[in-house]
């Protein structure tokens, strides 16, 4: 088995909408965009991830930027599995072998992915060289990172919001008891933004800028204890079609996330509403964790906990709480077998 042992390589993979990130030997080695670029003309992916971020919104008609997830989803096969593939080839302790190992990959997963979908990852997967592919429910694997004992016969919530989903899960003894899984996560609120620029000031803006202007002032309260410092945002005038610049305040970005906000603490009292009295009871006691990127928009734990009176935690460094989990079931697969889905 040794020699054997010496071929496989383990991998753990939280397949993004916004971001791919990839632990090996509890390293994270890969943390990139979900971006493809591809030449229209040959087909050809001429780069993925950062490279490929930076030409987003900056192409010309013969290259074409695309995110092969929507919705936590694979919605381009084709281009998911060449970005999979190139990320994979990225790891730097696997460009020294001279060939490609086969693999053991931990997949994380959203909780409202259909069986169609679970097939996907998993074919894609495998032909990049999986042997073993396992997969993992998003919620699931950030419970773990973020160090909760899943095993327990204890209730915990816990929010995920992603980039392209948000997914709200109450977990006991191993198991999801009751989840909810919306599709109001990152890339709307980066939309509201775009939207609430060319509504209120006439500007219009690409993607990448209002992702820019999500992270510098974004926030879920118009108060705030420490406000970030006013904005200056560059765009197109769509009056005079010039490019000009306008001065925006984190309130006028919380105005803009409200409804979207709004639909997320929904979300989580829908969630409460139907767990069991029991897990209740616990989750009085431990509260809410909050995970994924979008938990680290300001004010965002102090709305939450305002709506539910409940004490409202962000796990720390939120962007990599699911891979961190989702490396750890890698680990330990026999402790995780129960929670892993094959």
Do not use: W
Not at 5 to 20: K, M, S
Not at 53 to 67: D, F, L, P, S, V
Not at 228 to 255: C, N, W
């Amino acid at each position: 088995m040794g020699f054997f042992d010496f071929l496989t390589e383990d991998i753990a993979i939280d397949l993004g909408t916004a971001n791919t990130l990839i632990i090996h030997n509890d390293k994270v080695v890969v943390d990139s965009p979900s971006i493809v670029a591809r030449n229209r003309l040959t087909g050809k992916i001429i780069a993925v991830g950062k490279e490929a971020a930076m030409m987003q919104g900056k192409t010309h008609e013969n290259i074409k930027t695309i995110r092969p997830l929507k919705d936590g989803v694979i919605a381009d096969f084709d281009a998911s599995e060449q970005m999979i593939s190139m990320f994979i080839k990225e790891i730097p302790a696997l460009k020294k072998r001279l060939f490609t190992p086969s693999l053991r990959m931990v997949i994380c997963i959203p909780s409202g992915i259909t069986e169609v979908e679970m097939r996907a990852v998993k074919d894609s997967a495998e032909r990049v060289n999986g042997k073993e592919v396992y997969l993992i429910h998003e919620p699931m694997a950030a419970a773990i990172g973020i160090g909760v004992d899943i095993m327990q016969p204890k209730g915990n919530m816990i929010v995920d919001i992603g980039g392209g989903t948000t997914e709200i899960a109450v977990i006991a003894l191993g198991g999801i008891v009751c989840d909810k899984s919306v599709k109001i996560a990152g890339d709307v609120f980066t939309n509201d933004i775009i939207y609430f620029m060319r509504t209120q000031h006439n500007l219009f803006i690409g993607e990448r800028t209002a992702e820019k202007i999500k992270i510098q002032i974004g926030s879920a309260t118009e108060d705030l204890e420490t406000a970030p410092e006013d904005m200056r945002v560059q765009g197109r005038d769509l009056l005079t079609g010039k490019p000009k610049q306008v001065e925006i305040s984190f309130r006028e970005i919380a105005k803009a996330l409200d409804k979207s906000i709004l639909r997320i603490e929904d979300a989580v009292m829908e969630t409460l509403s139907q767990t069991p009295p029991e897990l209740a009871a616990d989750i009085y006691n431990t509260g809410i964790y909050l995970a994924g990127g979008g938990s680290m928009l300001r004010g965002l734990d102090k709305r939450l906990s305002q709506k539910t009176d409940l004490p409202v935690y962000i796990a720390e460094d939120p962007l990599r709480a699911i891979v961190r989990g989702t490396g750890i079931t890698l680990k330990d697969l026999e402790k995780y077998k129960a929670v892993l889905l094959k």
